[in-house]
């Protein structure tokens, strides 16, 4: 089913944004433990939630996706991922040795079901309009 809006209630958001939770939580326990000095201040990192930006970015992949090419579709669905992450938790995050490998974790955690995979298509059909 396409959708014409992004919003925190769409499943394939809603599984991005709960793995990217559960990645960072991890990062920002080891971190937590590797740091002896409790009086260090961590680096915070923000978030920028203007759904009309993330959704313009996401429209602008989608125009340019191929999508009768699986590695253009893979390319896009990373990016998409990317740009989701950075949404949510602030461009900061972009140097986090963490992120890539959290990109490629779950893009693996969608090519596992094909419901995922199906979604991600109609999120880009609907955008496309």
């Given at each position: 089913m396409a959708t014409n809006r992004i919003s925190p209630s769409s499943p394939l958001f809603e599984t991005l944004w709960a793995l990217a939770r559960e990645?960072?939580?991890?990062?920002?326990?080891?971190?937590?433990?590797?740091?002896?000095?409790?009086g260090d201040r961590k680096k915070t990192v923000s978030a920028k939630h203007d759904v009309q930006v993330l959704r313009q970015r996401l429209s602008d992949l989608a125009a340019g996706a191929d999508f009768t090419d699986a590695q253009s579709m893979?390319?896009?669905?990373?990016?998409?991922?990317?740009?989701?992450?950075?949404?949510?938790?602030?461009?900061?995050?972009?140097?986090?040795?963490?992120?890539?490998?959290?990109v490629e974790a779950i893009g693996k955690t969608l090519d596992a079901d094909p419901v995922f995979q199906q979604q991600f298509m109609d999120l880009m059909t609907g955008l496309r309009k």
């Amino acid at each position: 089913m396409a959708t014409n809006r992004i919003s925190p209630s769409s499943p394939l958001f809603e599984t991005l944004w709960a793995l990217a939770r559960e990645g960072t939580h991890d990062v920002q326990s080891n971190a937590q433990a590797t740091q002896p000095d409790p009086g260090d201040r961590k680096k915070t990192v923000s978030a920028k939630h203007d759904v009309q930006v993330l959704r313009q970015r996401l429209s602008d992949l989608a125009a340019g996706a191929d999508f009768t090419d699986a590695q253009s579709m893979l390319r896009a669905r990373d990016y998409a991922m990317r740009e989701i992450l950075l949404w949510e938790f602030g461009s900061e995050f972009r140097t986090d040795s963490q992120f890539l490998p959290m990109v490629e974790a779950i893009g693996k955690t969608l090519d596992a079901d094909p419901v995922f995979q199906q979604q991600f298509m109609d999120l880009m059909t609907g955008l496309r309009k």
